[in-house]
């Protein structure tokens, strides 16, 4: 029964079909593999864009940055204890008029601060996601592309099955004897 079970999953069995490089060839010309961005510390550095994004971006951070702690001054919270930074451990206190940096702004609204805070919050986490996007991408586009070999694009619109009168193989380099490859 196991021995039956087994003949009919191989013979039933569908797997994916790879696409190839040069479909003509068959499968000497090889498989197209997916690529990825190659990203690097010298591929970040040497990026010629990140400098104009951050001048363009940044001023819309600073702004939202601004009006939250305008709108903490104006109706204080407990203080907070930033997690990093100058300030680490020691509590800003907003009715003695300190202000948050960039850095110190918690990812989640803390539920003490008042309504006023709640627009100007999203609005500088939005500002410095959408830099973070425009410089993810743009590091992304200028980097070196790498062939991930181990991964082969699936083309979807065909299927691969196996059956009783299909055969695959790799197929084995062919060496010429030296005295065939001599001419005559």
């Given amino acids: 029964m196991a021995i039956t ?12 079909h790879y696409a190839l490089r040069y479909p003509h060839e068959g499968l000497k010309g090889g498989f ?25 971006d ?3 951070i600073t702004v939202a940055l601004d009006a939250l702690n305008t709108a903490l001054t104006a109706s204080p919270p407990k203080p907070i204890k930033p997690t990093q930074g100058v300030r680490k451990g020691k ?22 601060w008042p309504d006023s805070a709640k627009q100007p919050f999203e609005a500088f986490h939005t500002a410095r ?3 973070q996007r425009r410089m993810d991408r743009s590091i992304a586009d200028h980097a070196d592309q790498e062939t991930l070999y181990d991964k082969p ?22 060496v010429l004897s030296l005295d065939e490859s001599v001419p005559p």
């Fill in 5 to 16: 079970l087994a003949k009919q999953r191989l013979m039933t069995a569908s797997f994916d």
């Fill in 32 to 56: 197209d593999y997916q690529t990825v961005p190659h990203i690097t510390l010298k591929s970040i550095a040497n990026n010629p864009d990140i400098d104009t994004i951050y001048d363009v």
């Fill in 58 to 60: 940044h001023p819309k």
């Fill in 91 to 112: 509590p800003a206190d907003f009715a003695k008029g300190d202000s948050l940096h960039e850095w110190e702004v918690p990812f989640g609204l803390p539920d003490d």
């Fill in 129 to 131: 996601q959408a830099m």
């Fill in 153 to 174: 694009r699936i083309d979807k619109n065909r299927l691969r099955i196996t059956g009783p009168f299909s055969v695959e193989a790799v197929p084995a380099p062919t």
